[in-house]
Every structure is written in C-alpha cells, then in structure tokens.
C-alpha cells in the first residue's frame, strides 16, 4: 500500500496526520512519503485540494468531486459535522480497510506487454501475423475498418479465409468484431468514433480505442502524429503532439488514468473505457470515485508513453516470413 501526504512547508496539521494514519494503520505495513507542496501548479499536478490532502494509492478517498487544486489548508468533517485539520483516525483506518479490500480482489496490474503478459503481436502460425498487420496498415492508410475484400488475397495466401482468420485473431483478443463478423476495433484503431483523435503526418486521421493506444501509434508506424482527446470529467482538450519520437502534452499537467473493470474479456469491454486522458491527477482521481466498478492507478506522461510504446512500438516491425509454396509439378 502507497500512502503519499501532500501538504505546504510548515503545516501545523502535517504531523498531526501522520500520527493518525500510524494509529490506522494498526501494524499493517506500508510505504508512506511526504510531499511539500510549492505551488499552485505543482498542488494541480499531485493533486492536492489543500494541506494535508492524503492520498491512498494514488487517490484521494477523502475527496470532494469538483473542489479545485489548493494550496490552502484544508478541513475535514467528522461524521458529527465537526470540522477538523485532518481526518480522524477511524476514518482513516475506513479508507485503509477499504484499500486494502479492494487489493485483494483487483485483477493483476497491466503490464507493458499486453494481453496479460503475452503482447499484442499475433502469431505467424496460420497467416494471423499477416492478417493483424494487413488490418493495422490498412487503418493507417485509410482511418478506416478494412472490407473482407481488402483482406482477401492476405488470408487466401496462408490458406485461409478471411472469416476463419479474423476469428482467431478476435478468439485471442488481438480485434474485436462486431455481431455480423465484421471488425469492430484492432488494437490500437478503433472502427467507431471514440474520444481520442489521432491525425498522423500524411493528413489520415484515426481513432484510437483508448489513450494508451492513442500514445503507442506515432512509434508503431514511425510518424509524426497529433493526439486530441478530452478530459471525461471537465470535457476540457488534451493535446499530445508526437515529433520525431518526443511527445508534448497540453496541459502539462495531464496525465493518464490506467484501469480496468474485469480480470476477463476483450480490453475493449474490461478495459478502454477506463484508459483517459485526464487534464491533472485531480480530475483523474474524481473520476476514479465516480466510477467504483474500475480499479487502476494515475500514470505519469513518461510512463504512459513507455507503456504506449512498448505494447505497440513492434506490432508492424516484425514481418512476418511469406509461407512456402511447393513447386508446380513437371510435366
């Protein structure tokens, strides 16, 4: 368990809650940091909403939806409507307990691969390396879903058909297709309008199926690109520029939330509609409280672009080998 308390140089109430969370913790074990706050950019950036504001791996369980970055200090209500300068040790030790509850049953975190562990890239056997790259070009071709027909001579050439092999590929969650068998989503295009626009360097823009995939296409395809998407909670833009390989974010002070809802079934149903944009750690952590059914964590910009590029970067760098075909016979 994280434990981060942020409050400003000299908080008269900083120790007062460190004590209490000592007292809550009840002998459980912990890493706890504290955070002085300089600024008002740096409080939107952690986000802080006042001094002490205590932060549970990563969230605020004391927070109030709407109450913006502060430096101020901070007040806390009891549950007999008392106000105090940090919260009280049962309810400190409520928020640990749940913490901690909701740890047990939380799906393993995701990992830089993909697919629980086992990345996104499909495997040559059976023409579906071929087919998944197929798809993926075409999306960065056209921003659109490919036709049976675009795919045709791909699957017919590893002796397949284009319905047997998009199956495969959606049976281990490398597409999803819709109920008429057609694809609905490719890791990382999205078929469908979704809240992140990606508009490469050639003019072609796409969607993307969440904002980890949105960060993961510049270096797949190895192009420039511009990301726009919109904070869920205010509906504020976020706008990430890819140029040779570095990214700017605006709000410098966006971030990503990582989650999911399910430890089972495609990410496009457990996982996309918790991967956002957000514009700082406070909005994220609002709409985490907002949205109990996802478990996950705010990430940074550098982590997000590591993870982008690590479950996407090698989808279109390893081609696969082209099958053989046996000689026509003499004769």
């Excluded at 007040?75 to 309810?91: F, M, N, V």
């Excluded at 296409?217 to 869920?232: N, Y």
């Excluded at 909670?233 to 140029?243: A, K, M, Q, R």
């Excluded at 940074?300 to 479950?311: F, N, P, V």
């Amino acid at each position: 368990m994280r434990i981060t308390v942020l409050t400003v140089p000299d908080c008269p109430n900083a120790p007062v809650v460190e004590e209490r969370i000592a007292h809550a913790l009840d002998g459980r074990s912990a890493d706890m940091e504290l955070i002085e706050v300089a600024d008002q950019a740096q409080a939107a950036r952690l986000g802080m909403t006042g001094s002490p504001t205590v932060l549970i791996n990563g969230v605020d369980p004391f927070a109030v939806p709407g109450t913006p970055p502060s430096l101020s200090c901070r007040l806390y209500r009891e549950s007999d409507g008392r106000a105090d300068g940090a919260p009280s040790i049962a309810d400190l030790r409520k928020a640990l307990n749940a913490a901690d509850a909701t740890a047990d049953c939380e799906c393993p975190p995701m990992d830089a691969a993909g697919r629980g562990g086992r990345g996104r890239l499909a495997p040559v056997a059976g023409g579906l390396r071929a087919v998944q790259q197929a798809v993926l070009r075409h999306f960065a071709a056209t921003g659109a879903v490919p036709s049976a027909d675009d795919l045709h001579a791909i699957a017919a050439t590893h002796g397949r058909t284009v319905i047997e092999a998009l199956a495969d590929l959606a049976a281990e969650d490398f597409l999803t297709l819709d109920d008429y068998g057609r694809i609905r989503a490719a890791y990382p295009f999205s078929g469908a309008p979704t809240r992140h626009r990606v508009r490469l360097a050639g003019g072609i823009e796409a969607w993307s199926m969440c904002a980890v995939d949105a960060l993961g296409i510049p270096d797949m395809l190895g192009t420039d690109a511009v990301i726009t998407s919109a904070d869920p909670v205010t509906g504020d833009t976020i706008i990430v520029t890819s140029t040779q390989g570095r990214m700017t974010w605006h709000p410098t002070t966006a971030v990503v939330y990582i989650g999911q809802r399910s430890c089972t079934g495609p990410a496009a149903d457990v996982a996309c509609g918790a991967l956002n944009f957000f514009t700082s750690p406070g909005t994220a952590r609002s709409w985490a409280e907002q949205h109990p059914d996802y478990t996950g964590e705010v990430v940074d910009q550098a982590q997000a672009e590591a993870l982008g590029r690590s479950i996407f970067g090698s989808l279109l760098a390893s081609e696969p080998a082209a099958p053989l075909i046996p000689p026509e016979p003499c004769g």
